[in-house]
Structure formats: C-alpha cells, structure tokens
C-alpha cells in the first residue's frame, strides 16, 4: 500500500514545504509581536505533529502490550523517534520565539514544563529501546503509555493556570489572513510525519526480516 | 549503593539547581515592541531565520539518517539472500 | 475482590515483616534522605539562609531520591531471594500483587517522610505546619503518585540489564509533574499567608494523577510481567 502512495506524497510534501515560506511571508504581521511571531507557523505545527507521533506510540504501545503484535511495537518505536524529533523542533523554535516576545530563553511555566518533561520522557523511551536489554520492547511499551496518558495534563495545564504562554484559545481565533497559512503548514507537517513514519517503518520492518534470516540461517 | 547514591546525587544538584532558578514571570501579558525600553528590543529578523535554518536541518539530517540506515539493513538483507542462493 | 484485597494485604504483611526484622531499607533510606536534605541545605544557603521557598522543593526532592533508592532496593531483594518468580506463579491476581507492593512502598515513604518533615522545617524555618492536614493530603496524594509509577516500573525492571541507570531515567520524566504539584502546594502552604484555595487545587491535581496513573498501572502490570 505505501509503496504505491510514497512518492506523490513525498512530492506534495516537498512542494507544500517549499511553498510555505511564501505564505507565511505574506501573511498579516502580529500586531504585539511583528516578524517574530511568524515562527509560530512552524512552531505550533510541529507541537501538533509531536503530540500525534505521542499518541500514535502510546496506542501501538498498548496494542503491543495486550496483543502482541510485533507489528505495532515497530510502528511505536518509528512514532516515538519522530516524537523526539519533532518535540525537538518545538522545544527550539519556542525560545527562539520567545526570547523575543518575552524576553527570556525559559520559563518555568506550567506548558514549557510538561512539554519538556514530555519529550524526556520519550527521549528515555528511545534510551529503554537501545540499552534495556532483552525484553526491553515490553519496558518502553509502558514508557509509551505513561508518556501518552501525562498529554492531557498537559493540554490542560495552560487552561487552568495563568501562565505566560499563549492559550490554547489562540488557535480557534486568529484574525484574518492567518488561519491560511497556519493549517497549510499544520497540513505540510502531518505529511512530513506521515512520510517519515513511514520510512522508519519500513526500516524496522526490514531489520526484523533480516533478524529473522539470521536466526533462520543459524539453525 | 554508591554508584546508585553517586548518581542520584549528580541529578539532584541539577535538579535543585533548575528548581532555584525559577525566575518570577517577567511580564504579565504582551507589551507591544513599541513601549519595551530601547535596551530590550532584539532584532527579530536573526531570531526568526535561526529557527527556521534549525528546522531545516534538524529535519534534513534526520531524514539522510533514516535513508542511510534504511540503506544499510537493505544491503544487508540483499547481501544475505545472495549468499543463501548460493 | 475480597480475594483480591487479601492477596495485596498478605504481600504487604510479608514485606512489612521482612523489613521490621532487618530494617535495612528503612535506615538507609531515612540516611540518605537526610543526607540529601543536608547537601541541599549547604547548595542553596546565602547568608546563612536558605534560598526562599527551597525547603518546600528540598522535602519534595529528598522523597523523591529516598522513593527512588527504596525502589531499586525492594525489588533487588525480591529479585535476589527469587521469590518474584514465586510470586508470579502464585495463583493470585497480579495486580493485587502491584497494589501489595505498592501499599509497601507507600508505607516506607510515609514513615521516612514523618521524620522529613518536621527536619526540613526545623532547619529551614519552614512553616509547614501552619496547615497540618493540608500538608498530609498533599504528601499522602503525591506519595501515592510516585509510589504508583514506581513500582510499576521498579517491578518492570527486575529483570532488565541496566536496572540501576534505568529507573531514575524513566521514573523522573514522568513523576516531575508530582514534584511539581507537591511542591507548589508546600510553598502555597509554608508561605507567610497561607494560600488554601491553591494548596487545595495542587492537591485535587495530585489526585487526579494518582487515580490515572494507578489505573494505568493496574491494567499494564500483567501483561508487562509476563515473559
């Protein structure tokens, strides 16, 4: 199946990735924040791509744990790299934004908190996955879950406390000429994540195929 | 008992360190650029391309490393397959 | 049910009664723990006094490491007299066996942590018992909290190679929003006016986490103890 669909996929994300930048130059500048709010165009999107990549382990995590499919466990572990990643580009390019707009690197706040103690906790996932160990898969399958289950915390924590990051309220509001180029680059990004999961995807699957051969061959 | 105490001793300053950190919140809400003093304005323009420069290549080198170990265990698979043909 | 709660009280017994002979974990854990509070004490000093609001953060960490060591030393025992195995093969609901040993560790922290307290606020001038029962809900909510993911992952890595180095790296991602709550609810206590509506809110929080957590812990502990 996904051979078939790859490459007009990876065509569409190049092109929708190489026409992004002229949307966002042309979208209405921030009246409090001016140039340097146009970093939320990729920086909302990659938070959204990670909490996908978060979600899509968590649940192949727990399809692992309780029905053994070896098949999700590899998907999991494709989605929680790419959970790593993309956390990494929203843990980046939010500073960057707001040393800007707040005049600080980082804030101890109840968002930036959990959002970095979310991709520690998949960072530690990836660390379970390489050094646990025979029959680490099952210890970073549970990694997944807890990971997932800390998200709505986490969704919920700048609604309940004041803190200084935007709410989530931002998103539904955007005045006029934003909410273009905001969805065309959250579209861009759940693209790129598709390709790549897919990718990564294919890599495990071949690694367990040739596991597979090695094993076959030594008997 | 000591490597575990060592270790665990290592991330609590850490820790502590990050917790006493906490600054106040410098701000209440936005303050338009406008009315911040001239010595805490930053020029946006650096800001914005470093962090579109670093999505760039933070998603371009993971994407060669994702082809290149791609390519590594498909060359093995097909090193493999030819040596049991044989 | 009934068996259910039998199964976990008779794990806790056996634990409790290990542990009242030898007292191993309990002294060194309560050492360590003050030990912790010390090196902090001496990190955090400026003129003679401690940073403000740190002692809140200084009980929370010192529960946390001393949760942690109590941790890795508990299942290391069981893993060392191989009655996990035993355990395991025991017709017994294995979760009840998670709540047994979660009960344990609950146990041994809230024994360490009624010799914390009144030291942490003796040495900081903390006034922690301005709101006594406000205090115990949060402690007892946040205790829960990291004892549930804990023994989860504690139990889990029994068997794994690097057990030591793992469990620190896994438990504190996903704990530090319990320190968090526990300390912002300390501090909202401890300050010159204490704040209930915020201690109160931490501690609704704190809840909310354990009931999640414990459930989660509950339903994943079988098949994540099965080879």
Known sequence: ?219 | MLRRACLVLFSAVGSVAALAAQQPPGQGGFVPIEQLPPSEQLPSAPLLVAAYAFVWVALMVYVWSVWRRLGKVEAELRALEQKTRK | MGQFLNVALLVLRKDVAIEVKSREILYTTLFFAVSCVLVFAFALVKEGRVVEDASAGILWIAVAFAGTLALGRTFERERYGETLRALLLAPAPRAAIYVGKLLGIVLLLAVAEVALVPLVALLFGAAFFARPLLLAGLLASGTIGFAAVGTLFAAMLVRSRSRDVMLPILLYPITVPVIIAGVRGTVAIAQAAPDEAVAAMWIGLLAAFDVVFVTLALWTFEPLMTE
């Open chain 1, 1 to 219: 199946m996904t051979k078939r669909y790859f490459v007009p996929l990876l065509v569409v994300t190049a092109a929708m990735f190489a026409y992004a930048p002229i949307l966002i130059a042309n979208a209405p500048y921030e009246s409090t924040m001016g140039l340097v709010q146009k970093i939320f165009y990729f920086h909302v999107p990659s938070w959204f791509a990670m909490f996908t990549a978060v979600f899509i382990c968590g649940i192949q995590s727990a399809i692992y744990l309780f029905r053994g499919r070896a098949a999700s466990d590899r998907v999991a572990a494709a989605a929680g790299e790419l959970a790593v990643v993309f956390g990494l580009l929203g843990l980046v390019t939010g500073p960057l934004w707001g040393r800007k707009s707040w005049g600080v690197w980082w804030q101890w706040d109840a968002r930036l908190t959990i959002a970095l103690l979310l991709e520690l906790t998949f960072i530690a996932y990836l660390l379970v996955r390489k050094y646990g160990g025979p029959g680490s898969e099952k210890l970073a399958a549970a990694v997944g879950i807890f990971g997932m289950a800390n998200v709505p915390f986490l969704y919920m924590s700048v609604n309940i406390w004041r803190t200084i990051h935007p709410p989530t309220s931002v998103v539904p509001t955007l005045p006029a000429g934003m909410p273009g180029p905001f969805w065309f680059s959250v579209a861009a990004f759940m693209l790129l994540l598709t390709i790549l999961m897919t990718l990564r995807v294919r890599q495990e699957h071949q690694r367990a195929a040739l596991d597979e051969l090695y094993l076959a061959l030594e008997e």
